[in-house]
């Protein structure tokens, strides 16, 4: 007689039994986690955008078709810091725009939620960015300056390279009668001539930057004085 082999057979009952039960455990757990209903999150933010400046950032983000949106929040620093930002949300596409100040320079990371009139939070964004400030403004470099002449009439100033990131320089003297003039020269520009001489013969000019392209905030050097070389007798 053949005989038959019981064991593999109660093998398998008992793992299909096992696995049973622990779908079962993990179907308690999901009902106990959705009881009152299905969960319906609020639409989160979306698309967003840093905008750094000095002591302060700009953050910008999208809110898609969701009318039940009545406020967003930004936390940083660990949660210790946020900022409540009412909203109304709509059925289009919604843009948030919030400026968060009174920073210390230095990188942050940032986490926004949105919220329905309910106080449910939408699934977490996250972003980062910089924050400038007085350290920033201090590595930064003048343009250098080749020779500053005063000939035929007119002002004369040769520049060296531009530095990387500049905008332009920026000079400011008193003309012959007295008054404050202000003349912007552009990056790359490499001579910079104007009709008159300046109040003896100095004037002040100092140097533009943008951190990134994005930058919210313009920074300046300190004003340096420039001194003319005399025309020619």
């Not at 250098?144 to 005063?150: D, E, F, I, N, R």
Request: net charge negative.
């Amino acid at each position: 007689m053949k005989k038959f082999d019981y064991s593999k057979p109660l093998l398998i009952i008992a793992l299909v039994c096992v696995a049973f039960a622990g779908c079962s455990k993990m179907d308690d757990s999901y009902r106990g986690f959705v009881k009152d209903g299905e969960i319906t999150y609020p639409g989160k933010a979306d698309s967003v955008k840093v905008f750094p400046g000095k002591n302060r950032i700009k953050l910008s983000w999208l809110l898609f078709s969701d009318p039940s949106i009545r406020k967003c929040i930004v936390f940083w620093n660990n949660r210790q810091d946020s900022l409540e930002i009412p909203v109304q949300g709509s059925s289009g596409t919604d843009t948030v725009n919030v400026i968060v100040d009174k920073l210390e320079e230095g990188s942050y990371s940032f986490e926004i939620y949105s919220y329905d009139g309910k106080g449910r939070a939408s699934v977490k964004t996250e972003t980062e960015g910089r924050v400038y400030g007085e350290a920033y403004i201090a590595s930064l470099p003048d343009r250098l300056v080749k020779s500053a002449l005063l000939e035929n009439g007119a002002s004369r100033v040769e520049w060296g390279d531009s530095v990387e990131t500049s905008l332009g320089t920026e000079l400011r003297y008193h003309d012959d009668a007295g008054v404050l003039q202000t003349l912007f020269v552009p990056y790359g520009e490499a001579v910079t001539t104007w009709v008159g001489y300046p109040q003896g013969d100095t004037l002040q000019y100092r140097t533009l930057f943008l951190p990134v392209p994005a930058a919210l905030d313009t920074f300046y050097t300190p004003y340096r004085s420039l001194t003319f070389q005399p025309p020619a007798p």
